[in-house]
């Protein structure tokens, strides 16, 4: 049930305000955009822990190496077009190579940052960041989960890790004490004639997508697939055999994303009828994040329709 | 447990001298990998990890070691060479260079477990971002080592580099010991030819950092060098080393057909006499 409307990246800027007050190794790497990425919070609380850099992505994630290997757990946010592609490099080597513990937040994920079009609309990201070694790959669905995302990615992980999280206000709905335990997808709905495995802000949208289909008497599974890397392979075994059809829903483009992890779990163990909702291999636009949302295709008629295909295809 | 320091340049020049046969063996064993680079800086490794340098071989994460990010890996064999002789680990072990298996990768690794390396690097611009935010932890805990980076003068030209000279500036880095290997030629041909660098002292000062000059081959200077760079406050050093790729074998000094290339046995039989003579 949705508590109001709330941007991912409010979460996110909660839990690193909390990762910092538990430990006090914890620094933040500011490139010019602090507030709008979420990190104010952080950098009011703790002035002598914010580095800023400027406008200097690459510089900005090869000091989060040095930082990390000294000890300090750094936290790097920007948004997810630059962390995720001018930076790529410097993640790649500096980071994974290393393997180092350094949390890299990637804002503005998604066609619905809206207005500022294509430059600033990361959809490319997850495909980027699951490629590389040693990368932990998380994909909060909701304000709550981004917080929960955050405390895990500072207070669990040893290695490199990738949050993703958006701008525009999104329903929340899910609850800390749900907790959050990285690899293991969230079943939010129990169903029997397909599974809709979702992330990030279609995470609502698969389960809107599941009323609609229920009232059409298809009952379906809904997954939030908050870990994109390591995916939860048991859950999607699981939904393939149980459920024998899979929708996959992301605000990515659909090559290389969620759906393609996973496809390369489902060909591998137990091939079913799959659907991919996504963006269409192409750039966005400007516009109101809604009206982008539904132009694209990233909305839950669509999930929907894809699961009507799908379980027609599966039967 | 710290490394005996020595600055008598007779001693250092004859750690040298073995340090580059080490280099010439194992990129012959190896058969690929760069010895030009890693001859020419070979004067700039000894000096450093035999005179500057606080560290301990037998103790290689000794919280209190000065670090050494080596910005340019592809000279890493001039490092696994030094480390070798520094006593980090044996001197046969050299023969594994870009090996299966082996410690000593093509450009650092650190996964593969060889001690005293600090960091995994071979995509060129990045050690100095790196060398950076280890200062700022350093000067974050109230610690006294430093932090020395070493980049090739081509590397330069990766904008990156500029980013991190930034912030090294901005944020009082001094202490930062950065040493770039000016040699002037990289893979097409000279420097200035395919990208200027010059002036390039006014660059780095431009950019707020504290300029010295020096021939680096001449361990003396090196030294002094050294000394200088160690008394400056508040703003970031960098040692600008003229050295000259290929130095210590006569017949491919300055030749920038070497940069890239390992010697045959043969040639190695004869790089080693020249050396012996030079």
Known sequence: ??????????????????????????????????????????????????????????????????????????????????????????????????????????????????????????????????????????????????????????????????????????????????????????????????????????????????????????????????????????????????????????????????????????????????????????????GAPRQLMEKYGLTAAEIAEAGRRIVKVAR | MQQERTADPVKLQQIAHAIRRSVITSLMEAGSGHLGGSLGLTDVFTTLYFSVLNHAPGFPRWPGRDRLV??????????????????????????????????????????????????????????????????IAAKSDMKDHRVFCVLGDGELQEGSVWEAAMAAAHHKLDNIIAVVDRNGLQIDGKTEDVMKLEPLGDKWAAFGWRVLHCDGNDIPQLLDAFDRAAKVRVKPTVIIARTMMGKGVRSIENNHLWHGKAPSAEQAKVFLEELENN
């Not at chain 1, 298809?218 to 024998?244: C, F, Q, W, Y």
């Open chain 1, 1 to 286: 049930m949705n508590r109001g409307d709330k941007p991912t990246k409010s979460g996110f800027g909660e839990g690193l305000l909390e990762a910092g007050k538990q430990f006090p190794g914890v620094f933040c790497i500011a490139a010019d955009i602090t507030t709008s990425v979420g990190c104010n919070f952080f950098a009011d609380a703790f002035p002598d822990r914010l580095i800023s850099l400027g406008i200097a992505e690459q510089n900005c994630v090869g000091v989060a190496a040095g930082l990390a290997l000294e000890g300090k757990i750094p936290v790097f946010a920007t948004y997810a077009v630059f962390a995720a592609l001018r930076a790529a490099d410097q993640i790649r080597v500096s980071v994974c190579y290393n393997n180092l513990h350094v949390v890299i937040g990637g804002a503005h994920a998604g066609v619905s940052v809206g207005p500022d079009g294509a430059t600033h609309q990361a959809l490319e990201d997850i495909g980027i960041m699951r490629v590389l070694p040693n990368m932990t790959v998380l994909s909060p669905c909701d304000a709550t989960q981004a917080r929960l995302a955050v405390l895990a990615a500072v207070g669990q992980c040893r290695g490199p890790v990738y949050i993703r999280y958006g701008r525009e206000a999104m329903p929340d709905f899910t609850f800390s004490k749900a907790g959050f335990s990285i690899g293991r997808a969230d079943m939010l709905r129990e169903g029997s004639n397909l599974t809709i495995i979702a992330t990030g802000h279609m995470v609502w949208e698969a389960l809107l997508a599941a009323d609609l289909l229920e009232a059409e008497g298809i009952s379906a599974r809904v997954l939030n697939m908050h870990t994109i890397k390591p995916i939860d392979r048991e859950a999607i075994i699981r939904a393939a055999r149980e459920t024998g059809a899979i929708v996959t829903a992301e605000e990515h483009q659909v090559n290389c994303g969620l759906g393609s992890a996973v496809a390369e779990v489902v060909v591998t163990h137990l091939p079913v009828p799959m659907a991919f909702v996504g963006m269409p291999d192409r750039f966005g636009e400007s």
């Open chain 2, 70 to 135: 080596l910005s340019v890996g592809h000279v890493a064999p001039v490092l696994y060479a030094t480390l070798a002789h520094a006593g980090y680990f044996s001197v046969d072990e050299l023969n594994t260079l870009r090996k299966q298996g082996s410690r000593m990768q093509g450009h650092p690794g650190r996964d593969h477990g060889l001690p005293g390396l600090e960091l995994s690097a071979g995509s060129l611009g990045q050690g100095l971002s790196v060398a950076v935010g280890m200062a």
